[in-house]
């Protein structure tokens, strides 16, 4: 047996294995800590301390034996942690997966040193950087591989792709902070865990699993040279066969100068919250699904989108399926800031509310279904702020078309927004060109200077065969100079339920108004014929009343002067 020095050994009765000593054999030291040596025919309890992965690779395994490595490259730099060996398996039992399996040099597999893991994976364990200087998209794609769904940690750094990381199995990503808002070009270089893409057109993470993924306080940017990106999305969660993609969570995450920040297809029930949005180049968020899968994007809520006002980009949000809430949102700039097309498979439950959704380049909300013929319902935009103050190129604030040419969509309900711009709006604050069973409700509109065309409009702009009654117009209100506060088209033969007792001139009366509406006429008056001497026709040049759309006429019960 060989014979080992110890200087400064501690007492034994205090012993617990993990102390550091020294180790002097043949005039040479080693720090190890106080455990056996089966190697060196030494009986010591203890555990030996290794610098990097490099020297771990060159030790021989002994089964049971653990050791602690400082680091993967270097001591310190975070890829460190506990091994244990075993040994004595059949050759191949083990593979090097180059962070928690380790196949000593020239090694079958039938030996190894295991990580011992506690908790999270650290893509550091893999060998990846955070400091621009490799492409760390290889050592995450092996954490990922290895951790299976268990939640890995990039701690503070910028992470260089060169190519994007991909999942078969639920991917559990979080970092540091996503570095976005004020003093995002430091934050996001030296406080935050950034994952920078350097190539053309890149996702930084491609996920393809019927089981939910979580992503949380990161930010994922695009190398100058390659901006904008042409293709790609900074997060893409798909589902398989016709399963949808569920309960995924994106939280805290920064997207900056990606084609679109998030995609899904096939989605159900997952969550957006608490990120940023900035520099796309087609959507902030896409979500889609196929014809033979119903999808349901789930929540979209508390984040803030900072779009281009120029027109270059189509969407902040752009959905084609339903079961959606959009609620709680920052949405500036792009085309539309909400973009809803329900395409390949009918679509139900669109709830858009108390969002701020300002300085569009045409729409605040554009609703269609111009793709295909799929039938939609249940669809609420309410409490939302809509301001186009410096745009002149606004078209709507919320836009529902008339393609294709029948009734494809049912139950909605636009009630209690407020609408601000200055001058013209194209197409009206509100112009409705689909709908049946519809109430549109308690709207503010405000013409800030100028004047507006028109405030609601329930007409289609190339048709009217998306149209149906009843469609109810009630207790809207209007500031500043009009137009025309209302255009209707003659619904079904019938009009369009209105009560509105904001006063208005005879002259301001709309047109093909249902039977039951009610409003208030600022300068009517009986016009002296009657159908009773209860029912007096309406008529200008009084001091004002309250008229009642009766057998299809305005009727007033006075004044009659």
């Given at each position: 047996m060989a014979v080992v020095q110890i200087p400064n050994l501690p007492p034994a009765i205090s012993l617990n294995g993990d102390?550091?000593?020294e180790i002097v054999?043949?005039?040479?030291?080693?720090?190890?800590?106080?455990?056996a040596i089966a190697n060196l025919g030494v009986t010591i309890s203890s555990t030996q301390v290794l610098s990097d992965i490099s020297v771990l690779r060159t030790v021989f395994v002994v089964n049971d034996t653990t050791v602690f490595v400082e680091g993967y490259y270097s001591v310190g730099d975070g890829g460190g942690g506990y091994f244990y060996g075993v040994s004595g398996s059949p050759a191949?039992?083990?593979?090097?997966?180059g962070g928690t399996i380790i196949l000593p040099n020239g090694g079958d597999g039938s030996s190894a040193w295991l990580r011992i893991v506690d908790g999270m994976y650290n893509v550091k364990w893999f060998g990846a950087k955070g400091d621009l200087s490799i492409n760390d998209a290889v050592p995450i794609q092996k954490c990922v591989d290895a951790a299976a769904g268990i939640t890995i940690y990039a701690p503070v750094g910028q992470y260089r792709f060169d190519n994007s990381v991909t999942s078969t199995l639920p991917l559990n990503i979080v970092g540091d902070g996503n570095g976005a808002g004020p003093g995002s070009a430091v934050q996001s270089n030296d406080n935050v865990t950034q994952f920078l893409m350097n190539y053309a057109n890149p996702t930084a993470f491609s996920v393809s699993s019927v089981y939910p993924s979580t992503f949380r306080n990161f930010q994922i940017n695009v190398w100058p040279t390659y901006r904008p990106a042409g293709n790609g999305a900074g997060i893409n969660l798909t589902g398989v066969g016709t399963a949808n993609t569920a309960s995924s969570i994106i939280d805290n995450v920064s997207f900056n100068w990606l084609f679109i920040g998030v995609k899904f297809n096939q989605a159900a029930y997952c969550r957006i919250t608490n990120c940023y949005f900035g520099d796309w180049t087609y959507s902030a968020i896409?979500?889609?699904?196929?014809?033979?899968?119903?999808?349901s994007t789930g929540f979209i809520s508390h984040n803030?989108?900072?779009?281009?006002?120029n027109g270059s980009q189509s969407a902040c949000i752009y959905l084609k399926n339903g079961y959606t809430i959009?609620?709680?949102n920052e949405i500036l700039g792009a085309q539309a800031g909400i973009r809803v097309n329900i395409a390949n498979y009918s679509a139900g439950f669109i709830r858009i509310i108390n969002n701020t959704i300002e300085e569009q380049y045409l729409f605040g909300v554009y609703v269609d279904n111009i793709e295909d013929a799929n039938d939609a319902s249940m669809l609420d935009i309410s409490g939302n702020e809509f301001s186009a103050i410096s745009s002149t190129t606004y078209l709507s604030s919320i836009f529902i078309g008339d393609t294709p040419n029948s009734i494809w969509l049912t139950d909605v309900s636009i009630t209690n927004n407020t609408m601000r711009n200055l001058g013209s709006v194209g197409l009206g604050y509100i112009r409705l060109g689909a709908g049946k069973n519809v109430i549109i409700q308690g709207n503010l509109f405000e013409c800030i200077a100028g004047t507006t065309t028109l405030g609601i409009g329930v007409e289609g702009v190339s048709n009217n065969n998306c149209l149906a009654s009843p469609i109810s117009v009630l207790d809207n209100s209007f500031i500043g100079t009009f137009t025309k506060q209302y255009e209707?088209?003659?619904v079904d033969g019938v009009g369009v339920l209105l009560r509105d007792q904001i006063p208005r001139t005879y002259a301001q009366i709309p047109g093909n108004c249902r039977n039951g509406s009610l409003i208030y006429v600022s300068d009517g008056?009986?016009?002296?014929?009657?159908y009773t001497a209860a029912d007096q026709f309406v008529a200008s040049g009084g001091t004002g009343c309250v008229a009642i759309r009766t057998r299809g006429f305005w009727l007033t019960t006075g004044p009659f002067s």
């Open positions: 102390e550091p000593v054999q043949a005039g040479q030291s080693k720090r190890v800590g106080v455990q191949g039992t083990y593979v090097d997966n896409y979500s889609d699904t196929s014809s033979t899968t119903e999808a803030f989108f900072f779009g281009s006002t959009i609620s709680e209707f088209y003659a008056k009986s016009a002296g014929l009657t």
